[in-house]
């Protein structure tokens, strides 16, 4: 079978949902037997996300092979429990990087090099290259921002012309939003037609239309969009509003999504779309048994996106205890030793959160001390471990001026600090970072052997600071161990395995885990709290 092509585009406004629908498609798909991955096409000039404030993008996912990508693609993973890669992420500004560095080699033999044909035969590589190496039955590409976007315009014509080229096997989804008028009581569909007409503008007919609504589509509304948008009736589907985004692949599975997909490629269905493990997913979501309050402390809570894969590992693992976590977001900054008693009153476990950065630190340590000292279930993450470190060296081992020198470049007691690997390529903004999947080998009789049932287990890594092993004796003597390291030695997971629950990992754990697979470490860390 030849591989099938389906492009998502949106109109009207942005964040309506254009991952979502894409991770349901792909879900349903994949219950159908089809292989699928998703791919995510944005319009900005950087060359990844991970040099973008979490203000402006909320939070940089990291893929297996260390690709800083856009959270979309967490959404990706956690629907379909496939892992994405480099080549799903694609920004305006890797195509343009990657056309320069091709005109610079000499590449094009002194042509002018234009928009078209040149960054429009690149961005139809990235497409096709799923089909051409790996051969998926489909290939969703999500198109960033919506339909009339200047920047968004080389995407689109792009779309077009592979759309003219691969014939039968590419359609596109357009997901458009149909706002209610209170005052008349009634939806309106002219934003939708709107949309759609600045698509045919740019050469592109949406064989499906996903609507965003609030409230239920009426007979007549499907029947004015299927007219003027040019599409059939049983192609205009209707995306309400969901009390969980986990909802939207049985919402998509009834309104026919995945069937008016195959019909359109000529294909029947090779079985039913099984959902049970969804199914079963949400029917513990919807009715916990248990319910539990914990905190996360960090520096952007105010924009809780900043941590979307956070909250999504808690759901996971949340629901596979039959138990509600529910989140107070504590802003970092507002925490220090006198108020932190008043502030973490009443939450049976603390997690303190990734990040870059000094603003907040302090207040990390603070929340850190308090838990350490009254026995409260603590899981750190990346800059949350180090934290736990810094504390640990301060108020334990007394060196009172200890610190990490991404803070303080002059402490006397480095505890976490830059490796020399790592100093010699300083010069390179991303040179210092440590990205993607690395192995992490795990110590006998270690709350993280027990957490996870193996000895060998890879996690991926965004952060570029790490332990200093310098000082791993005089932290194991006073009961702080370390108890995962890689294969370069480099500290992993560090515990106080006198204390309820202590673990801090340097890596990402939220990354990994699913609706099929919660992640092991969420799991424990949850579990410990609804004990406490």
Known sequence: MSTKYIFVTGGVASSLGKGIISASLARLLLARGHSVTIQKLDPYININPGTLNPYEHGECYVTEDGAETDLDLGHYERFTNEPTSQANSVTTGRIYWSVIQKERRGEYLGETVQVIPHITDEIKNRILHFGQTKKYDFVITEIGGTVGDIEGLPFIEALRQLRLELGKNALCIHLAYIPYIAAAGELKTKPAQHSVKLLLEQG?????????????????????????CNVEKSCVI??????????????????????????????????????????????????????????????????????????????????????????????????????????????????????????????????????????IPFFGICLGMQCAVVEFARNVLKLRNAHS?????????????????????????????RLGAYDCFLKEDSLAKKI????????????RYEFNNSFADAFKNAGMVATGENSSGLVEIMEIPKHKFFIGVQFHPEYKSTVEKPHPLFVAFVKAAMSN
């Open 238 to 375: 209707e995306s309400i509003d969901a009390k969980s985004i986990y909802e939207v692949p049985l919402m998509m599975r009834a309104e026919g999504l995945d069937v008016q997909v195959l019909k359109k490629f000529g294909m029947k269905p090779k079985n039913d779309a099984d959902l049970k493990v969804w199914s079963a997913f949400l029917k513990k979501l919807y009715n916990p048994k248990h319910e539990v309050k914990i905190g996360l402390v960090g520096k952007y809570v105010e924009l809780q996106d900043a941590y979307k894969s956070i909250s999504e590992a808690f759901i996971h693992a949340g629901t596979s205890l039959n138990c509600r976590v529910k989140v107070k977001w504590i802003h970092s900054e507002d925490l220090n030793d006198k108020n932190v008693k008043s502030q973490l009153k009443g939450l049976s476990g603390i997690l303190v959160a990734p990040g870059f950065g000094q603003r907040g630190i302090e207040g990390k340590i603070s929340a850190i001390k308090y838990v350490r000292e009254n026995n």
């Open 452 to 463: 996870y049932k193996k000895s060998k287990i890879s996690e991926r890594h965004r952060h």
């Open 405 to 433: 020198s991404e803070m303080n470049e002059n402490t006397q007691f480095p505890v976490i600090d830059l490796m020399q690997d790592q100093k010699d390529n300083i010069g390179l903004f991303s040179g210092t970072m």
């Open 204 to 228: 592109v007919q949406p064989d499906i239309i996903v609507c965003r609504t609030e409230h239920k589509l009426s007979d007549s509304n499907r029947s004015k969009l299927a007219l003027f």
